[in-house]
């Protein structure tokens, strides 16, 4: 019997969530889909009528992926915990190349919450799935005694089915390919961050949650068959964690350009204030695409072109050496190794 | 602006929760597929390429459900908060005729619990899946702060296959068909109530949490198409409670007869000790299938052959009069009304 304990950094999207998903989860719920690690399971609908059906290549598939979001506070610039559950899901479910469909809501709620509160909550999620064109379409409610939960908790679950020939997966990236960044980073975070701090700056800080699949399908509609090769949204752990587990999947190096990151400049000031880098701070409504390098213009373009994506940069590229490292080519021009995120930079981001 | 808030017994599965229900999700989540209230969604795969598909009745459906478990203590007596988060989906998704095949699992941790308390639970999630013939896809953690979460809770979605020409939902029921329950009430909900009282028994009581898919897959082989009109699991609220919703979804009347109820021995003297009527209590092992007439019997057989039927009986029937109303008619001979589960019985309970 041990007497190792459950921590915060557990929970971080880092070195301890992955050290638990390993040593944890992946001993006891043993299968190929999960083994896989990505944002979201993709699984074949086996045949209804087997006559009536093509090919196996053309069975549906579908993606499936779940989070729960225990944020604090529960309404915050930019968003509340009801667009986050949506979007989060949305997104986990778009980075395989999938349309999300339909989502599944489960509300635990501390006794004492104020229906009002509860009803703008679930508002937002209403209007948030409407806007990312997806229907909650089951859902479940407890209540647990005051001091058992903080207000509210919010799990979402969400189904998309896969277009046939998409595959998106980490391990297709390929050395030469583009790597390519949404728009800014750390937005997310440090708005969460300064709120509960009661910081406040000149330009304010705004949370970046939004729905990502219409960028997806974009790209997927514009570039060639088989060159978006990964997809990846940089939420808890941050740019540095997504682009480690990147590298790790696809057993190559990633190489970044320090300049080419996009960091607002209230974001710069409140990380350099708390002693933080943008890097590993969690982002909401953002994606890293690797492309193959012929159509890495074309993404570009198509991500500039979209309201969600219209600060893209082309931020590094795949190498052969290092494998499973990132390696980040500082504005000074110095190198230096980018290692996922060790401890909890800010417990329930998210 | 309201100061309403919101009460345990919001999350009790009875009058309350039904409320909340149609008078907030409803509200804002409106779409038909939600609007069935059945146990889970089902919803068509739309045609991934359209000419190797067949015509649209025979398109894949899917059956798609979420519950978040929240239940103290952790363990009791025949299972834990993972036994049952795999049992409770599962059967959510079975009581739409549908195959389970999938799940995922999202955990809110408390910071400070136990590594091995959590790898018993997951472990034990683990076995159930496998005997359930289900697999863990897709998952998520997320540790809250200290006094921000009762050490865990657990959701788990999942989603199974409709197959072709299934069709089970509570609006199937009409005037004559026979009821089915698939063994002895209150076994669950008891067990957790005596085990935080304290009380003890001379024969143990024990948590009836199991899955029921193989029981919904011998109905389906067994009966002729169609006469499998609907199923449910009695969970929150009771049996009392799922008989009121199955009733409300026929716009039909139900009969039961007291005398046909099995109850444990154990179950009837803590009911009677804390004065509680066991149609309200929660199980987490039984269904209530309704049925044609003429199939009854065959129904009734094959729920006994099953390990988790062997004592199903026959309990009542559909009828025309006092359509969405639940009448008992007692081991005295005297009739009454059995409404949903009022207030809160036990918070908790799953």
Redesign the interface.
């Known amino acids: 019997?041990?007497?190792?304990?459950?921590?915060?950094?557990?929970?971080?999207g880092g070195k301890l969530?992955h050290d638990?998903?390993e040593q944890?989860?992946l001993k006891?719920?043993?299968?190929p889909?999960?083994l896989q690690l990505e944002d979201?399971?993709v699984?074949d609908?086996?045949p209804?009528?087997a006559?009536?059906?093509?090919?196996v290549a053309?069975?549906?598939?579908?993606a499936?992926?779940?989070?729960?979001?225990?944020i604090?506070p529960l309404v915050f610039p930019g968003g509340d915990i009801g667009k986050l559950a949506v979007c989060g899901t949305v997104n986990d479910i778009a980075m395989s190349g999938a349309r999300p469909?339909?989502l599944?809501?489960?509300?635990?709620?501390?006794?004492?919450?104020?229906?009002?509160d509860?009803?703008q909550i679930?508002?937002s999620?209403?209007a948030t799935?409407a806007g990312a064109g997806v229907?909650?379409?089951?859902?479940?409610?407890?209540?647990?005694?005051r001091?058992?939960?903080?207000k509210l908790?919010i799990?979402t679950?969400g189904?998309g089915?896969v277009?046939?020939g998409v595959a998106i997966s980490g391990d297709r990236a390929q050395p030469g390919d583009t790597i390519l960044l949404s728009g800014t980073i750390g937005d997310h975070g440090m708005t969460i961050m300064t709120q509960r701090e009661g910081l406040q700056f000149a330009s304010p800080l705004e949370s970046d949650c939004a729905p990502l699949n219409g960028l997806v399908a974009d790209l997927l509609d514009a570039l060639p068959p088989g060159s978006l090769r990964s997809l990846r949204d940089p939420t808890r752990g941050g740019l540095a964690t997504a682009l480690n587990e990147l590298a790790t999947r696809a057993r190559a190096g990633i190489e970044i350009d320090e300049t080419s990151l996009p960091v607002r400049e209230a974001v710069r000031a409140a990380c350099e204030l708390l002693g933080l880098d943008p890097l590993f701070v969690a982002n909401e409504g953002k994606l890293v695409a690797i492309v193959a390098p012929e159509a890495a213009d074309l993404a570009l373009a198509t991500l500039r072109a979209h309201r969600y994506g219209q600060e893209s940069t082309i931020i590094g590229r795949v190498v052969e050496t290092h494998p499973g490292r990132v390696v980040l080519q500082t504005s000074l021009g110095a190198r230096r190794i980018v290692d996922m995120l060790v401890g909890e930079q800010l417990?329930?981001i998210?």
């Not at 229907?135 to 005694?145: A, E, L, N, P, S």
């Open positions: 019997m041990s007497e190792e304990r459950i921590l915060l950094a557990h929970g971080s969530s638990l998903v944890l989860f006891h719920f043993d299968n889909v999960l979201s399971a699984v609908i086996p209804a009528g006559s009536t059906l093509g090919p053309l069975q549906p598939r579908i499936f992926s779940t989070d729960s979001y225990v604090s469909l339909w599944s809501a489960g509300f635990i709620i501390e006794e004492g919450l104020l229906l009002d509860l009803e679930v508002a999620m209403a799935a229907q909650i379409v089951t859902g479940d409610t407890k209540v647990v005694d001091g058992s939960a903080d908790f799990n679950a189904v089915t277009p046939p417990p329930r998210c």
